[in-house]
């Protein structure tokens, strides 16, 4: 089984939204067997926060379902057993590599498609944007490493 991990600066907007979405498709997909995943901050400033609402909106817009978020720092013991960390933006990886040193776990988000950077909402109000920009990266990561792995 892979194991994959979604980070973000707050794990309040997209970081818990790519695993939601990750988790809808291999559902789809049945791969669940193939693949555990989950989300992780790379500061504390969130600790126990849920979702922020605005993204919560977008989910709802979109009729994901998903459950009450907790947010949570991502600890060593994950990193350690993590195949595949996905991080948002150079500034998470910044955070990563002081928190754990370099590794070849990091893969920034969007490599299978643009290898750009996934923005914060937080910051531009572009909640539906970034969902969109989520969705197109998780469905590339899967078809990536099912090609890659294929169960």
Known sequence: MKK????????ICRSPVADILFKEEIKKLELEDV??????????E???????????????YHHIAFDRHYATQITKEEFDNADYIFYMDHNNLYHLNRLFGS????????KYLDNKD??????TDRFEYVYSQI??????????LTKKDPQ
Do not use: Q
């Open 46 to 60: 969130e600790i126990g926060n849920d979702i922020y609402p605005p993204m919560k909106r977008v989910l709802y």
């Open 135 to 144: 969705k197109k990266a998780v469905i590339s990561i899967i078809k990536e």
């Open 118 to 123: 996934i923005e914060d909402p937080w910051y």
């Open 103 to 110: 590794s070849h776990k990091f893969v920034l988000i969007r």
């Open 35 to 44: 693949f555990e995943s989950c989300s992780r901050a790379t500061s504390r």
């Open 4 to 11: 994959i991990i979604f980070v973000c600066h707050g794990n």
